[in-house]
């Protein structure tokens, strides 16, 4: 099989955001989207795949519109549950657990939250789906960093080591096959 690009689109700009924006569905700004849309632009895309949360969907379907292709909605590309912790901003959490969190959230996981292996568990099955075609997947940072651990084999430190800003877009070429490898091929802010 050959290979083929595959690019990851995190959402843009949220109506509320410096929060812990898990399973919340809120909705993108207008100019999130339009960022979304301008980063899609001349991807060369035969697909494009998003999370079912509306600040991934929105952007997916403005750019299906612009690109007339339609959108597959997957909600295994949905952001990390933060279970209680979900919608709060960081100092509305204790900061001793939201620091064993981020440290290592497969060992610390918000209270009633996902954690880390399980985000990897199901994007890993979402991008063993896909077909092999330049594919855009609109999703969320966390998502994006599982893909990366499935992918490249990066760790949990590692992949906290770079920002993804909202609309950043990682461009990969995956090779398929078992296991499933990639080369990344750009990081835009």
């Known amino acids: 099989m050959t290979d083929f690009a595959l690019h990851l689109l995190r959402h843009g700009a ?7 924006l898990g399973r919340t569905d809120i ?35 403005a750019i299906g519109a ?28 204790d900061a001793e657990a939201l620091g064993r969190f981020w440290n290592d959230p497969d060992a610390f996981p918000a209270p009633n939250g996902e954690r880390w292996s399980a985000l990897v568990a199901r994007v890993s099955a979402a991008i063993a789906d896909l077909t092999p075609r330049p594919t855009l997947v609109v999703t969320h940072g966390g998502a994006m960093r599982a893909a990366l ?41």
């Open 14 to 20: 949220p109506e509320i955001a410096g929060r812990m």
């Open 27 to 61: 909705a993108s700004t207008a100019g999130g989207i339009a960022a979304c849309v301008e980063q899609a632009g001349a991807l060369g895309i035969q697909a494009i795949v998003t999370s079912d949360l509306r600040r991934a969907s929105s952007a997916a379907e």
């Open 66 to 93: 612009a690109l007339a292709l339609s959108v597959t909605v997957d909600a295994r590309w949905r952001e990390l549950d933060f279970g209680d912790w979900d919608g709060l901003a960081s100092n509305e959490i």
């Open 149 to 189: 651990a499935t992918l490249c084999g990066f760790d949990q430190r590692q992949l906290w080591a770079f920002e993804l800003p909202y609309a950043a877009l990682l461009s990969l070429r995956v090779w398929p096959g078992e296991p499933r490898s990639a080369q990344i091929a750009g990081l835009w802010p």
